[in-house]
T-cell receptor, first 116, second 111 residues
Framework: ETGVTQTPRHLVMGMTNKKSLKCEQHLGHNAMYWYKQSAKKPLELMFVYNFKEQTENNSVPSRFSPECPNSSHLFLHLHTLQPEDSALYLC???????????????FGNGTRLTVT | GEDVEQSLFLSVREGDSSVINCTYTDSSSTYLYWYKQEPGAGLQLLTYIFSNMDMKQDQRLTVLLNKKDKHLSLRIADTQTGDSAIYFCAETTVFRYKLSFGAGTTVTVRA
């Protein structure tokens, strides 16, 4: 039990599909994040939400659309994806801000996305 | 820039020591971290070091920081099969609130 739960664990979708990834944290944190993990590449920060407000959009294509209805839930809506978007998508949370020692990141187990 | 670089693979015999190396480019890096990712799981914070420290030891883990060369290493003593994982180096500063991660080093422990 990581405290950060992501669903689904695996997702296969066609390029014309619309799907959503869900993340829920039970840690009472105020900040939530989406990261993209591709093999042999650094972890890529996609979006950051602090107290439900988006504070970072790291030049992510508009086919990825985040939603943060409250501090405990985070979604990533996907539409018209490309095969190169296939990756492991990790959700994380922290007390506030990002990554400082007083506020380390807690990660979920990720959603393995395959775009066909 | 905020680049963090690591070698991609390390193979080590069970019982030996593992040393995972990391270099970074931002001379103002303040906090440096090691995260561990086991198969099928997310990343877990393993240990950290402040930039005003040269070394930190935590049971089987030893972190060494060479600020002059911008080099960070993680030594795992008496490596066990459970240590097989991907290890990520990460850094940030008090001014740049974002964490910058490396690509991860896959450590394989062989019998």
């Amino acid at each position: 039990e990581t405290g950060v739960t992501q669903t689904p664990r695996h997702l296969v979708m066609g390029m014309t599909n619309k799907k959503s990834l869900k993340c829920e944290q039970h840690l009472g944190h105020n900040a939530m994040y989406w990261y993209k993990q591709s093999a042999k590449k650094p972890l890529e920060l996609m979006f950051v939400y602090n107290f439900k407000e988006q504070t970072e959009n790291n030049s992510v294509p508009s086919r990825f659309s985040p939603e943060c209805p409250n501090s405990s839930h985070l979604f990533l809506h996907l539409h018209t994806l490309q095969p190169e978007d296939s990756a492991l998508y990790l959700c994380a949370s922290s007390q506030e801000g990002q990554g400082g020692l007083g506020s380390p990141l807690h990660f979920g187990n990720g959603t393995r996305l395959t775009v066909t | 820039g905020e680049d963090v670089e690591q070698s991609l693979f390390l193979s080590v015999r069970e019982g030996d020591s593992s040393v995972i190396n990391c270099t970074y480019t931002d001379s103002s890096s303040t906090y440096l971290y090691w995260y561990k990712q086991e198969p099928g799981a997310g990343l877990q914070l393993l240990t950290y070091i402040f930039s005003n420290m040269d070394m930190k030891q935590d049971q089987r883990l030893t972190v060494l920081l060479n600020k002059k060369d911008k080099h960070l290493s993680l030594r795992i003593a008496d490596t066990q099969t459970g240590d097989s994982a991907i290890y990520f180096c990460a850094e940030t500063t008090v001014f740049r609130y974002k964490l910058s991660f490396g690509a991860g080093t896959t450590v394989t422990v062989r019998a």
